[in-house]
């Protein structure tokens, strides 16, 4: 597997090599967990994948707005124009990845609305928000990471081992190309760069924001898996 690593030259290793080694174990289990095993197969169910993609199409609003507030914060224009373009990408071009399943799924704007945010969907995009709100510009590209690099990481994984009939294969083929790969490079290295100024404490934030990213990637598509929803 190859993976989009830059290095801090001069000051040791990377956050983004630091990060993914720290977190190994658990994108692993990622990897390897029912739903992204049966996504591969393409065996997953049509009402698991579907809870999925409605979840999906709620986090990518806060994820969005989560982008945009790591825009409003950068240090440089540059980085502002980033962020921003990342924040309309999340809004626009992966929802209308969403917007072709809606339609194949008979799935209207009603329904969507009336869907509640799922527990895990919920408690990720509440964590992404409030990070995004109370912590320094670091400490949020640490949190946005996870969401860019593991999708990268599976969906190249995936369509490795995924046939070409495989019902899911416009969800594969986004975020397996290369058009995504770039995204991640890009959010890669602006979190290495933000991390390189970062003093000891911010850079310790930085890598407990990326780990509760990750673990909360983990609950979102166990979520989808379980059919999780409120019990009261």
Same mark, same amino acid.
């Given at each position: 597997?190859?993976?989009?690593?830059?290095?801090?030259?001069?000051?040791?290793?990377?956050?983004?090599?630091?990060?993914?080694?720290?977190?190994?174990?658990?994108?692993?289990?990622?990897?390897?967990?029912?739903?992204?095993?049966?996504?591969?197969?393409?065996?997953?169910?049509?009402?698991?994948?579907?809870?999925?993609?409605?979840?999906?199409?709620?986090?990518?609003?806060?994820?969005?707005?989560?982008?945009?507030? +790591?825009?409003?914060?950068?240090?440089?224009?540059?980085?502002?124009?980033?962020?921003?373009?990342?924040?309309?990408?999340?809004?626009?071009?992966?929802?209308?990845?969403?917007?072709?399943?809606?339609?194949?799924?008979?799935?209207?704007?009603?329904?969507?609305?009336?869907?509640?945010?799922?527990?895990?969907?919920?408690?990720?995009?509440?964590?992404?928000? +409030?990070?995004?709100?109370?912590?320094?510009?670091?400490?949020?590209?640490?949190?946005?990471?996870?969401?860019?690099?593991?999708?990268?990481?599976?969906?190249?994984?995936?369509?490795?081992?995924?046939?070409?009939?495989?019902?899911?294969?416009?969800?594969?083929?986004?975020?397996?190309?290369?058009?995504?790969?770039?995204?991640?490079?890009?959010?890669? +290295?602006?979190?290495?760069? +933000?991390?390189?100024?970062?003093?000891?404490?911010?850079?310790?934030?930085?890598?407990?924001?990326?780990?509760?990213?990750?673990?909360?990637?983990?609950?979102?598509?166990?979520?989808?898996?379980?059919?999780?929803?409120?019990?009261?």
């Amino acid at each position: 597997m190859t993976r989009a690593v830059s290095t801090d030259a001069g000051s040791g290793e990377a956050f983004s090599a630091e990060a993914w080694a720290r977190n190994a174990e658990a994108y692993e289990t990622i990897r390897t967990m029912p739903f992204n095993a049966e996504l591969a197969a393409g065996t997953l169910t049509r009402a698991r994948f579907i809870h999925y993609i409605v979840q999906d199409a709620h986090y990518l609003v806060g994820f969005g707005r989560a982008l945009a507030l +790591a825009a409003a914060k950068a240090p440089d224009p540059d980085r502002m124009v980033q962020f921003a373009r990342a924040a309309e990408t999340a809004i626009v071009v992966e929802r209308s990845l969403h917007g072709g399943f809606f339609r194949d799924y008979g799935i209207d704007a009603t329904t969507f609305a009336e869907t509640p945010l799922s527990p895990p969907c919920d408690h990720y995009v509440s964590y992404l928000l +409030a990070i995004a709100y109370a912590e320094p510009y670091e400490v949020v590209l640490g949190a946005l990471l996870p969401c860019f690099w593991i999708y990268a990481e599976i969906g190249r994984d995936i369509v490795a081992r995924a046939g070409a009939d495989n019902p899911y294969r416009a969800w594969i083929d986004t975020y397996a190309g290369e058009d995504f790969a770039e995204a991640v490079a890009a959010m890669i +290295a602006a979190t290495d760069a +933000a991390a390189r100024g970062a003093s000891p404490d911010v850079r310790v934030r930085m890598h407990r924001a990326y780990r509760q990213a990750t673990r909360l990637e983990y609950l979102f598509w166990d979520g989808a898996y379980r059919d999780a929803a409120w019990p009261v």
